[in-house]
Antibody, heavy 122, light 112 residues
Framework: QVQLVQSGAEVKKPGASVKVSCKAS????????MHWVRQAPGQGLEWMGW????????NYAQKFQGRVTMTRDTSISTAYMELSRLRSDDTAVYYC???????????????WGQGTLVTVSS | QSVLTQPPSVSGAPGQRVTISCTGS?????????VHWYQQLPGTAPKLLIY???NRPSGVPDRFSGSKSGTSASLAITGLQAEDEADYYC????????????FGTGTKVTVL
């Protein structure tokens, strides 16, 4: 069965960076785009970007351009999301999530990781 | 900043029908991109509820249905049950700003 298992909770100081991992199993990792979505406490879902695990190509939301880097290691079926220059309003649960279809513009997200809480506090 | 607008909350008694609207624009829903819906129970990750505007994944009860027209979409829940109390989000693709996924603002469904 498809599983996305994320790394554990993090506490960071403002200005620092955080790197969240997402280990995929149960399917061909390079065959499906991986999204990153975050959710601040009590707030809605916010799309951050995607990575094509096959090519390594990425597409980031404009809001995060210059601060986010999405990478992958195909040898261990793991995707990573690194966010730099953290601020207090980056405190959120960060999810990795798999796009179901090859045509990413039309694809729903069919599997989600369990979420990683990142707390930014001085 | 969400570009898909949903009502903050809707409520209904058990057995009733409720609908959630999702209003977009000509660069997303109105451009013909599919709308998908997710259900998020408290403390859990979202779950795919409706894909491709009106299709249910295996295991989703047929009490849930979706539709799309013009620049808007809607989710209907008929025969409302206590376990339907959750947050619901629509999602589509937006062709502006080099293309991106967009989520709705989210709707809290309360079963009275």
């Amino acid at each position: 069965q498809v599983q996305l298992v994320q790394s554990g909770a993090e506490v960071k100081k403002p200005g620092a960076s955080v790197k969240v991992s997402c280990k995929a199993s149960g399917y061909t990792f390079t065959g499906y785009y991986m999204h990153w979505v975050r959710q601040a406490p009590g707030q809605g879902l916010e799309w951050m970007g995607w990575i094509n695990p096959n090519s390594g190509g990425t597409n980031y939301a404009q809001k995060f351009q210059g601060r986010v880097t999405m990478t992958r290691d195909t040898s261990i079926s793991t995707a990573y999301m690194e966010l730099s220059r953290l601020r207090s309003d980056d405190t959120a649960v960060y999810y990795c999530a798999r796009a179901r279809d090859v045509v990413v513009t039309a694809s729903p997200i069919d599997y989600w990781g369990q979420g990683t809480l990142v707390t930014v506090s001085s | 900043q969400s570009v898909l607008t949903q009502p903050p909350s809707v409520s209904g008694a058990p057995g009733q029908r409720v609908t959630i609207s999702c209003t977009g624009s000509s660069s997303n829903i109105g451009a013909g991109y599919d709308v998908h819906w997710y259900q998020q129970l408290p403390g859990t990750a979202p779950k795919l509820l409706i894909y491709g505007n009106s299709n249910r994944p295996s295991g989703v009860p047929d009490r849930f249905s979706g539709s799309k027209s013009g620049t808007s979409a809607s989710l209907a829940i008929t025969g409302l049950q206590a376990e339907d109390e959750a947050d619901y989000y629509c999602q589509s693709y937006d062709s502006s700003l080099s293309g991106c996924y967009v989520f709705g603002t989210g709707t809290k469904v309360t079963v009275l």
